[in-house]
């Protein structure tokens, strides 16, 4: 089975910086995309930045300019790194792989996958 490991979560000051990373595990043959969403208390889900396996890059608007993404695909690992932290940052952070490949019992799939979430805090 896949699974897909994040950390570099906590508490942070108004200004200060955080790094996240997501590392994937299991029988991989191959990732797409990879990204992070946020989710924060009594809000939907959304999508923070997203990365290609040929390095294509996207990125909420109100992240612009803050966060970088990056990948090791050797690694299938992703990461966040995170400046200039707000308190509207403050939000469980999730990683997902997208069309992970894999082959069970002689047969290929496609498959997507979450992190378990962990906890960004912004204090003011």
């Avoid at 992070?36 to 999508?47: D, I, N, S, V």
């Avoid at 090791?72 to 940052?89: F, G, H, I, R």
Wanted: charged share 15%; hydrophobic share 35%.
């Amino acid at each position: 089975q896949v699974q897909l490991v994040e950390s570099g979560g906590g508490l942070v000051q108004h200004g200060g910086s955080l790094r996240l990373s997501c590392a994937a595990s299991g029988s991989i043959l191959s990732i797409n995309g990879m990204g992070w969403y946020r989710q924060a208390p009594g809000k939907q889900r959304e999508l923070v930045a997203t990365i290609s396996s040929g390095g294509s890059i996207n990125y909420v608007d109100s992240v612009k300019g803050r966060f970088t993404i990056s990948r090791d695909n050797a690694k299938n690992t992703v990461y966040l790194q995170m400046n200039s932290l707000k308190p509207e940052d403050t939000a469980v952070y999730y990683c997902n792989a997208d069309r992970v490949r894999v082959r069970v019992q002689g047969i290929f799939l496609e498959r997507n996958y979450w992190g378990q979430g962990t906890q960004v805090t912004v204090s003011s």
